[in-house]
C-alpha cells in the first residue's frame, strides 16, 4: 500500500503517545512505501524542536529524534517527494477555496503538501492514503471531489465535526 503522510502524522513516528503505535506499524510494514512532501523536511524539525521545547527536553534529545527521522530516508522507509510548479498552484488553489469559498484557514504549508499528495497520486495513477491528523486541512480537502475522488484518506485526529458541547470526538 502506498501512503503520503502529512507532518501532522508523521511527527507520531518519533514521538511517543497514543497515535504512534499505528504510524510506526504503517511505516515500518516493509510491504507499504510511505512518502512525504519535500516541505516536511523542514516542518517534522520544527515538529521535533517543538515537542523537545514543550517537554523541556535537551538539545542531546532533540538530536535522536531527528536521526531516527534521516534514518527512515535513508533507508527508504520514507520517501521524499520533490516539490514542483504545479503543486505550487494547486496549493494557491485549495488556500483560495478554503479561504473564500469556505471561510476555513488552512496553512500554506498544509496547502502545499496536500497538493503534493494529490500530484504525486495523479502522477503514480496507484491508489495513495494521505495519512493526516489536521482536522482544519481534512476537512477541507475531504469535500474536494479532485481529492476525494483520487485519495483514500486516513485521518488518525479527532473528528470534531461530531463533537458536541463537553464530549469528545469520535
Not at 517543538?50 to 527521522?69: G, P
Not at 477541507?140 to 470526538?169: E, M, N, T
Request: glycine letters at 4%; charged letters at 25%.
Amino acid at each position: 500500500m502506498i501512503y503520503f503522510f502529512d507532518t501532522s502524522a508523521l511527527q507520531h513516528r518519533y514521538l511517543d503517545g497514543p497515535k504512534a503505535r499505528g504510524v510506526r506499524r504503517i511505516i515500518s510494514d516493509s510491504r507499504n512505501q510511505c512518502y512525504i512532501a519535500e516541505l516536511s523536511i523542514l516542518e517534522i524539525s520544527s515538529a521535533l524542536a517543538l515537542h523537545c521545547r514543550k517537554n523541556s527536553l535537551s538539545l542531546e534529545h532533540y538530536a535522536k529524534l531527528d536521526q531516527r527521522f534521516w534514518k527512515d530516508v535513508f533507508n527508504r522507509r520514507v520517501l521524499i517527494y520533490p516539490v514542483a510548479k504545479r503543486e505550487y498552484l494547486r496549493a494557491r488553489d485549495l488556500l483560495r477555496y478554503a479561504g473564500v469559498d469556505k471561510k476555513r484557514n488552512i496553512s500554506s504549508a498544509d496547502a502545499l503538501i496536500a497538493a503534493s499528495c494529490l500530484e504525486f497520486a495523479l502522477q503514480s495513477k496507484q491508489s495513495v492514503a494521505f495519512c493526516l491528523e489536521d482536522w482544519g486541512l481534512f476537512s477541507v480537502i475531504r469535500d474536494i471531489s479532485a481529492y476525494s475522488k483520487v485519495l483514500r484518506f486516513h485521518y488518525i485526529g479527532v473528528d470534531k465535526s461530531k463533537q458536541r458541547a463537553g464530549q469528545p470526538g469520535k
